[in-house]
């Protein structure tokens, strides 16, 4: 019992991060024909849309027609051409990590004003890794040979994330580009110069341009960025505090029993589709000959998986308490949420939910309780 409530309160307070967790990934902004898909850490796969977050260990390809935005919640993008392959890393230190498996992708960085930081992103592939303080630059790459372009700004490229480190990769500033194959060590050719003018074409084919998504191309930052990313982010992750309001069915040797109940339950986002929720209950509850009425509390722990984008389940084991009636005991809830649109906001959902426990001893405990109920939260 006290090692659920030591849960239960650090759990309590854990969402407050959480939200920092979910804001430190990038959105899919915009997906310009063709079709793409995301692939996740376990195997599963969904279909693009745009709104869409990308997790930790996400990957998102796009066909042989389809370019795509990813912004970022500092507002730097990531403009991904036709064929492309590409994951989102966990943020190490502060540094957005990613990499290109295959096609291209053009980053249009924010410029960090911290001096002491050589860069804030990084940018791979199995050729090349480079850094990124504040660019305009195109990464592109075949499955042997990376091709790294620089339109305004300054990057450093190197073979391998040590060296990279180390300071010892080779600086390319605007209209210089460094092309290398796979197991080779950087620099495996001199840095070249470049057209821009003739490159710019290339990329506008690609659909690689600012002007692809009606962004500003002298300020491809404007817009408002964060603001867009926070809102998108409400309308595709479950809240982090929910307050239940259901309606309780019971059986007991007496028969059934009507009552309602009020919950809340905060939750914290682990990785991709899997989270951890709390459970905290309390309902009035008739027991005894003859009947009288008592309050029953439960507080429980359980894992939380999102099935779609609007339906998730959860389940878990908590302890329960009915007063004189019965000593106190474990219990095992499973409940279904059916995500609410954004637009029903307060309501966040439909519950259904059961709860499930076996104790011997006394002659009230039913084996069972159901309920069904609607959901308050915020983001």
Not at 16 to 34: I, M, N, Q, T, Y
Not at 57 to 80: F, K, M, N, Q, V
Not at 305 to 319: F, K, M, W, Y
Request: with cysteine.
């Amino acid at each position: 019992m006290r090692v659920i409530w030591i849960l239960f309160l650090i759990l309590s307070g854990v969402p407050f991060l959480a939200h920092g967790w979910a804001g430190d990934r990038p959105v899919l902004s915009a997906l310009v024909k063709g079709k793409a898909k995301i692939i996740g850490w376990n195997g599963y796969v969904q279909n693009a849309e745009p709104g869409r977050v990308l997790e930790v260990g996400e990957i998102i390809e796009t066909d042989e027609t389809a370019s795509a935005l990813l912004t970022y919640p500092d507002g730097s993008r990531a403009l991904l051409g036709p064929g492309t392959r590409f994951e989102v890393k966990a943020k190490v230190d502060g540094i957005e990590t990613n990499e290109l498996s295959k096609g291209s992708v053009r980053g249009i960085i924010r410029k960090l004003d911290k001096k002491a930081v050589r860069h804030h992103y990084l940018f791979k592939n199995r050729a090349a890794v480079m850094g990124v303080r504040g660019t305009d630059f195109v990464m592109s790459f075949d499955g042997v040979n990376s091709d790294t372009r620089v339109l305004e700004g300054l990057v450093e490229v190197a073979g391998d994330e040590k060296v990279l480190a180390q300071g010892a990769g080779a600086a390319l500033k605007g209209g210089e580009w460094l092309a290398n194959a796979s197991g080779a060590e950087l620099p495996s050719t001199s840095v070249q110069t470049f057209d821009p003018s003739s490159f710019g074409r290339e990329l506008d084919n690609k659909r690689m341009t600012p002007e692809t998504y009606g962004l500003d191309p002298r300020n491809p930052f404007a817009g408002e960025p964060e603001s867009e990313f926070d809102n998108r982010i409400q309308e595709t992750h479950y809240s982090r505090f929910r307050i239940g309001a259901s309606y309780v069915f019971q059986r007991n040797t007496l028969g059934w029993d009507y009552t309602g109940q009020l919950s809340w339950n905060p939750q914290v986002r682990l990785m991709n589709r899997l989270g951890l929720v709390g459970y905290l209950a309390g309902f009035p509850l008739r027991l005894g000959e003859p009947r009288r009425w008592v309050l029953c509390t439960r507080v429980g722990l359980g894992g939380r998986l999102s099935l779609t984008r609007g339906i998730a389940a959860e389940a878990g084991v908590g302890h329960e308490n009915w007063g004189q009636y019965t000593n106190s005991g474990p219990f095992y809830f499973a409940h279904l949420i059916l995500g609410a649109s954004a637009r029903s906001a307060p309501i966040r959902g439909l519950v259904l939910g059961m709860t499930f426990y076996d104790r011997k001893g006394s002659v009230w405990d039913p084996t069972a309780v159901y309920h069904v109920g609607i959901e308050f939260g915020s983001n």
